[in-house]
């Protein structure tokens, strides 16, 4: 009889200990999450004081047929391959390159890590100075080389690259670092028995460092897509999805549309389809980049 | 030691029981802003009652002000309201008119015609008028003597005077546009519509923005910006507020100023047109606003919250203000010759209340002044024609309205 209470005890004690953890995930994460959901469903608009009623899906197809939303979505997609792919092409070749012994090599690299310890706002409002067509230093210097002075943030047709590439200067250190320390796992035999038996640094990255690379790439992407899929302080400072409609991901339409227009229901809506594409494009691609390494995902 | 905490919380929490809490005010984070703290200590010296000043940026501010009043939430006790979000606002606001009749010494009588209508709803008043904003324009007085040129009076002479003044060799521009995403954009739109002859909405509640009248509104704006060339590249990117930046480094002409925030021009620091600068009345029919405060009907200190609402538009406050720059709606504090000695353009803010116009008194405004702006940004970027960009903003506000 006591041994079966101990043993009881004893199957119950790690739940016990696991039981604040999983209630505090529960509150903080599983609530919103349920709550937003509920509210995709209803109709409520807080400017009308009727009450909230439930819709079904019907927020859900209105956004399919509606330009907007189609519009965002194809700026979020743009924005995420964009600002990904050029964190991670300057994030590798800047690791490549530091982690030789080249002069300064501490320096430069605390100097490029430095982006990532500003918070989103401060990057936006610096980059709206530095960029500002009268009196930014980047147009300061456009015009003293003969250049006309630009709009970046402005002009339809330069604000999303701009968004970008402020974007990516904000991120890149992540990526530098993160690659980084993958490189310096390799172990430096391999590239000595590469040297010996005469193969070039191009023969060395393609067969040697990006291999063996691989699973900490993978994890970067990931967490960098799911990143730049939630990106919204950087743009509401930039542009707040400006000029007209440019630069409006779908995490500026909920806002937009659930705070702006107080249109709660289908700026749920909005968020929980932001929430479907970004897990979407997360799964396809980890599974793709997994599937080969042997990785369940 | 279990005991010694407990009775240590029983004391801490009934000593928090005895003393009242709080007054909680929310207002938005502005020049005008600053005036209160003086008048606040004031009602806490008088009464003996904390209160604690949250002030928050203008965007953010009816977003924070309309979750808390929706979740009768009991967090503020007065709330700031302009006159164009009046509408949303006013169901959550508890009527005035009770208190009002309770003291005499407030003399409704003193308020411009008007004013207190815009925070009237059948027949009760909620709010109770702290400032009123209206657009001035400003100018550069060295450019403008220069180049002999005048304060124009219409439209047409305004995009004539722009053009003119504007020197791209010396980075002047002619005058400075808030073409961001932002409501700078369609009070710009507004303006220059209702100085046509357009409404925006028509007798039956339905928007009217396509119109001949409206479209010519947006294609002025359009010869401003690329006929003429007159705008300062990044118009795109600014709001009125980013604008006073561009006028104030000296690379603008004209610009467009709310009167409380004309001192800085003349503070060194930041103004590199201290003295060259002077006040022009806006042409045609020109944007107003009126700021005011209301006590939220879930608020569980109404008598106190009146007694700082008072305390805060009193006709001596309203002098006070009035002294420091802001315009009063009390006919007393803007017709004070100290006051117009020491604040000569309250003559031309004066002039423009005369001829202005507000927000329609509609309970949805924040949701149209989104769709107008985000279809004007696209026309003035000349993405879509401003037929097709007023339609849609048409067609979108149709939906909304019901």
Partial sequence: MRRTQLTTRRSLFPYLLLGPSILLVLVVF??????????????????????????????????????RFLNSLSTTLLFLMGTVSVQFVIGFALALL??????????????????????AVVVGLLWMWLLDPNLGMVNYYLRRLGFEARSFLGDPSLALASVI???????????????????????????????????????MLTRVTIPLLRPIVVVVLLLKIMDAMKTFDLIFVLTQGGPGICTETLSMLAYKVGLVNFDVGAGAAIATSLVIVTLLVTVVYGRQSLRSDGVEF | MVVLVG?????????????????????????????LPKLIREFEVQTGRKVETEAIPHGELMQKMM?????????????????????????????LDGYIKTT???????????VIQQFT???????????????????????????????????????????????????????????????????????????????????????????????????????????????????????????????????????????????????????????????GVRPGTPWASVWAFGIPKYSRNKADAYKLIYQLTNKEASLYYAMNGVPQARRS?????????????????????????????????????????????????????????????????KKTVK
């Fill in chain 1, 30 to 67: 599983c609530y919103p999450l349920v709550y937003s959901l509920s509210l995709s469903l209803q109709s409520w608009n807080l400017l009308e004081l009727g009450p909230r009623v439930f819709i079904g899906l019907k927020n859900y197809s209105a956004l399919i047929t509606e330009p």
């Fill in chain 1, 98 to 119: 530091l982690n030789k012994s080249v002069a300064g090599r501490n320096f430069l690299r605390t100097l490029i890590c430095l982006p990532m310890t500003l918070a």
């Fill in chain 1, 165 to 203: 590439l402020i974007d990516a200067w904000r991120n890149v250190p992540f990526t530098f670092l993160a690659l980084l320390a993958g490189i310096q796992r390799i172990p430096p035999e391999m590239y000595e028995a590469c040297r010996i038996d005469g193969a070039s640094f191009w023969t």
């Fill in chain 2, 7 to 35: 009775l240590c919380l029983t004391i801490g929490s009934i000593s928090v029981m005895a003393s009242p809490q709080p007054l909680r005010v929310l207002v938005l984070s502005t020049n005008e802003t600053t005036l």
């Fill in chain 2, 67 to 95: 979750l808390s009043l929706v979740s009768r939430s009991p967090d503020y006790d007065v709330v700031a309201v302009a006159t164009e979000y009046f509408g949303s606002l006013q169901p959550h606001l508890e009527p």
């Fill in chain 2, 104 to 114: 005499p010494a407030i003399d409704m009588v003193d308020y411009l015609p008007g």
């Fill in chain 2, 121 to 279: 709803s059948h027949g009760k008043v909620y709010a109770l008028p702290w400032y009123v904003n209206v657009l001035l324009g400003v100018y550069r007085t060295d450019i403008f003597r220069t180049k002999g040129l005048k304060w124009p009076t219409t439209w047409t002479e305004y995009a004539q005077v722009a053009e003119k003044a504007t020197d791209r060799a010396n980075n002047i521009s002619g005058a400075t546009f808030p073409g961001r995403v932002h409501a700078h954009l369609t009070i710009e739109w507004v303006q220059r519509y209702w100085s046509k002859g357009g409404e925006l909405f028509d007798d039956d509640g339905r928007p009217t923005f396509a119109t001949e009248a409206g479209i010519e509104a947006v294609d002025d704006m359009l010869d401003l910006i690329y006929e003429r060339n007159a705008v300062p590249p990044g118009f795109l990117e600014r709001s009125y507020i980013e604008d006073r930046s561009v006028f104030m480094a000296g690379c603008a002409a004209m610009g467009w100023f709310w009167p409380g925030q004309l001192p800085i021009l003349n503070d060194p620091r930041s103004s590199a047109v201290v003295g060259k600068w002077a006040v």
């Fill in chain 2, 333 to 397: 504090s803007m017709e004070n010759r100290e006051v117009l000695a020491k604040t000569p353009y309250f003559k031309e803010v004066a002039t423009s209340l005369a001829r202005s116009k507000t927000a329609p008194a509609v309970d949805n405004w924040p949701k149209i002044d989104e769709i107008l702006a985000r279809n004007l940004s696209r026309a003035i970027s000349r993405e879509t024609s401003p037929r097709e960009a007023l339609a849609a903003a048409e067609n979108e506000v």
